[in-house]
């Protein structure tokens, strides 16, 4: 198994469908979650949809770049999420979040080798390999916020 398939399989654990380190993932866990969970507030903590939105508009930005584009995303834009005012908006977020990290794993299994080593853009953001590691570092990241703040959702709803 080459080294792109290896990341985009650890992708594919922590994004769609795999279970081995935190023996769940995003998708589980958003599959869980209605708007009302997704947009509710636990003290100062970023909500569920927001955490989603996050994540997504960081596939989004690399995915322009594996598309030959530049790195148009900057972190301060990366939680200015849209309202979810319906349940539409909420699936439609979902729905765009899993079409881009299903689209961003087959991308890094079909890159050359040559590119994971190759700069990402500019030196003072490594390589290519270096960039989906953190996407991978960064989705584990929050999607142990995800989980801990459905289950604190889920003993609030049942008091």
């Known amino acids: 198994m ?9 992708l594919r654990e922590v994004l769609l469908n795999g279970r081995w380190i935190a023996n769940t993932n995003f998708q589980d866990q958003l599959s869980q979650v209605n708007r009302q969970q997704a947009t509710r507030q636990i003290g100062d903590l970023n909500t569920i949809a ?5 994540i997504n508009y960081y596939l989004a930005g690399l995915l322009n770049v594996f598309a030959g584009g530049g790195l148009e995303i900057r972190d301060r834009y990366s939680f200015d999420l849209p309202p979810i005012g319906s349940d539409a908006d909420w699936k439609k977020l979902v ?8 689209k961003f794993a087959d991308e890094v299994a079909r890159m050359p080798e040559e590119q994971l080593d190759a700069v990402f853009v500019d030196e003072k953001y490594g390589s290519y390999q270096r960039n989906i590691e953190g996407i991978i570092e960064h989705s584990y990241y929050h999607l142990g916020q995800v989980s801990l703040i459905r289950k604190m959702i889920s003993q609030r709803d049942d008091h």
Not at 2 to 10: H, I, V, W, Y
């Open 2 to 10: 080459t080294r792109s398939e290896l990341l985009a399989n650890r």
């Open 50 to 54: 927001a955490l989603t939105y996050h």
């Open 95 to 102: 729905d765009e979040f899993l079409a881009n990290a299903q």
